[in-house]
């Protein structure tokens, strides 16, 4: 036991120096509390003097709140050892570690009226490896390392008193307490708040308190993109900084443009728990020149590089030096009274060191992962699940955790697997995938193969075993998504992150009907697990189908039905036009600009591609069409109309408009204003496309009803349709439908078919029909751009004779050419991962073979 005199001991004069010397500036910032500096001094001086003048243990497990702060800084200003951590540990550390005092949420829960640990005099804050994974190891600090850490992080971000940063980050985690720290030290200020970067009232506040500086990890500038952040962006946002992980480069690349397009620095940093919190800063001037790098050492660090045999000599793992090397490891209380061990910190990274002084890391020398921004001990996670009755091994999926079982995958698997994750690590079960391995693949030494593991992982599923009548809905549902993907598929996943598109929508939503009865609005959103959730058993009366698939339906009956003399019912293309822009909305994907721009590419080149190759070999056997035609070029090239060149002007249409939203996903600009004005900037554009169908300009081609001017204002009023969430938008969208359609074809008829169509679009969520009806719907829907291509060589030798066989003959050819075209491109994607597999493995490895992998 070591006990301290009162003088020892003084309140408010620790690491961070005298807190009052700042005065009455303001310090800490709620919604509701504003505290200067010389308030939170008296605050923190108070909880101390609770704990008693005799140096203690103090385990904290607090938030980012005023009563949690003061509590952490009053126990490490007055000199004793606070160990922080995530409150899901709490139980665990006292029962490893017997602290003297447990504090939770700044309240304390239990003090024994003596200490009773030796605690080294240099011993100021004790905090968990990485703040992620609950391990007993923790990583000791001196007050010289959280003294030194603080202040080079104020030097080279040029911390200014004037400065407010927001938390972002829990304060267990050492990047979060870094930002506490540099900003007291120097007199700035911190604004408190709980919300998560995807509330509205994070970024109130934010606006609120004109906050500086802003810190996350890569997932949380994932969680950006999907609220807007550039917009959002407060304008007297000074720095933002990234840490706890690597960011891509071309991801860096661009937020250092959005930084500097904005008028604020964007920082990269690299660092671990062992150093306090950072090594090494990025300065944001060569951001966008290297991006691959993680910068210079901080002030007062260095870098060396330490030879590995077998290695290029020009890597080498990275050895940091500086005063903010941890004074070692403590695995029991009994460690806690030992002092300095280590003079530098070996990283564990691969790297090398540039001529310009930059440092860049190649790869990882020691089996640790970083996931959501979590430090994994990818050894320690294999003993973990083997202590939960799993057998597993663990591989670093960058993104995810990889953890390989033997043996069939059964829910009570993935449910142990997954609660080992949440309470272990922290990671959410997006951030795990499971993989079933007949056996372990191993290399020549018989070593585990995990690079093997990690291919495994990614490859696409075969199909599952299991009998489709003994499965769960839950795993039927994640066979049909994988089928009609071809990717692999987890509990957690939506349609929509897995790729799905309109294309591939009408088949999944008539598989997943199959599983789980009617479906829920806006099914293509919901995870798996919870479209699972919802399965019926009840007797079905007819079938459910969503509007937009029953007018697809229609439309592609429409333009058959009519080219085949069947019957005569115009405007089947245009409404088609209008339901493609609906579904463009609904199946936008978020997430990174690139991921947003190569989604877009991807649909555009699944219309394209099949389009050109059927119309080019129609060309090279009939010599039909231009060559202008087969590369969907005409409506841009030919100045009047001309059969059968304009056959497939939709597709031309239809692909340049993708293309052309691709380009402009590329334009800072034009993100902001989707995400600040999301039903109002497609309903704008209709509108303003309505200069061509009203002929106050026309541009080159005239008032051709099939030119992408002149039906551009058809496909947006698709978009604002999809948009209109609330009755008065609605209205809205039904007002300009109305009031655009008569007269745009000269056809009565013809406008009453399309408006009819896009006004059910606006307020028929979906029709019930009769079960053999569904059906034929569902088929015609799904096949409808397949009908489409072919049906014009199809339907010309029958419509004289016989148009009602024209018509089915053509449907049959065009569902027949979509059944092939998805097969084929499942089979091109089954053979692109299994060549990209064999391409990562290195090393023999034993064949393995995969069952389901699964990414719940």
Known sequence: MSASSPAALSPARGPLGDLARFGDAPALVTATTRLSHRELADATAAFAARLGYERRLVLLAGRNDVSSLVAYLGTLGAGHVPLLCDARHLDRLIELYRPDTVVRDGVIESHRPSAQHQLHPDLALLLSTSGSTGSPKLVRLSRRNLISNAAAIADYLQLRPTDRAVTTLPPHYCYGLSVIHSHLAIGASLVLTEHSVVDDAFWTLAEQQQITSFAGVPYTFDLLDRVGFPERAPTSLRHVTQAGGRLRPERVAELAGLATARGFDFVVMYGATEATARMAWLPPEQAANAPDAIGLPIPGGSFRLEPIPGENAELGELVYSGPNVMLGYAESPADLARGAELNELRTGDVARIGADGLVRIVGRRSRFAKIYGLRIDLDEAERALEAAGLPARCADGGETLIVALTGPLTSEHRRTVLATALQQWGLPAGAVRLVEVDAFPRLANDKVDYRALVSLAQAPPPTASTPETTATPQVRIERAFAEILGRPVGARDTFLELGGDSLSYVEASVRLEQIIGELPPKWHTLEIQTLAAAASTRPRRGRVLETSVVLRAVAIFAIVSSHANLLTLLGGAHLLLGISGYNYIRFQPHGETRERVRAHLSSAARIAVPAMLWIGAVTLATGTYPWRSVFLVNGLISRGWSEPAWHFWFIEVLVLQLLVLAALT???????????????????????????????????????????????????????????????????????????????????????????????????????????????????????????????????????????????????????????????????????????????????????????????
Not at 671 to 699: K, M
Not at 747 to 759: H, K, M, S
Not at 784 to 803: A, C, G, K, N
Not at 823 to 832: M, P
């Open 666 to 856: 590329c334009l800072p600009a034009w993100r902001r204003a989707e995400a600040r004005w999301p039903f109002w900037l497609p309903f704008a554009i209709a509108c303003g496309a309505l200069v061509t169908r009203y002929e106050l300009w026309e541009p080159r081609g005239g008032d051709d009803i099939h030119r992408t001017h002149m039906v551009l204002w058809i496909f947006a009023l698709g978009c604002a349709i999809a948009r209109a969430e609330h009755r008065w938008q609605r209205i809205a969208v039904s007002v300009l439908t109305v009031a655009a359609l008569p007269g745009f074809f000269e056809n009565t008829a013809r406008e009453l078919f399309v408006a009819l169509g896009l006004l059910l679009l606006i307020w028929v969520h979906s029709i019930r029909l009769p079960n053999v009806v569904a059906v034929a719907v569902t088929t015609l829907a799904s096949a409808s751009m397949y009908i489409y291509l072919t049906h014009w060589q199809v339907y010309p030798w029958l419509e004289d004779r016989v148009p009602a066989l024209a018509v089915l003959t053509s449907f049959a050819v065009g569902i027949t050419a979509a059944a092939v075209a998805r097969r084929l491109g499942l089979r091109l994607r089954a053979l692109s991962a299994s060549a990209l597999s064999r391409g990562r493995q290195r090393g023999p490895a034993a064949p393995v073979e995969s069952r389901v992998p699964s990414q719940p």
